[in-house]
């Protein structure tokens, strides 16, 4: 989860994320301060937040920009 604290869609979509980590046994999520991190931001194309990124074997296989609904971010982990 690429985020900022000033940014209110993220501040939104926060609480959901946490929901989910603690559900979730196969996928770990990490929240990246793009403010704290502007490198790997930007080594990630990061040009809008929230963004999301799923890796997969060190590459990412899936991507959302924006809110989404807890099913929404539950269906980006499952495959």
């Known amino acids: 989860d690429f985020y900022a604290d ?3 869609p993220c501040r939104m979509i926060a609480p959901v994320l946490s929901e989910l980590a603690s559900e979730t046994t196969g ?28 890796f997969k074997d060190g590459k990412v296989v ?13 269906s980006l982990i499952e495959f």
């Open 27 to 54: 996928a770990k999520i990490v929240k990246v301060d793009v403010d704290r991190n502007p490198e790997l931001a930007a080594r990630y194309r990061i040009s809008s937040i929230p963004n999301l990124l799923v």
């Open 6 to 8: 000033w940014c209110g």
């Open 62 to 74: 899936r991507n959302h920009v924006g809110l989404a609904d807890k099913a929404q971010l539950k």
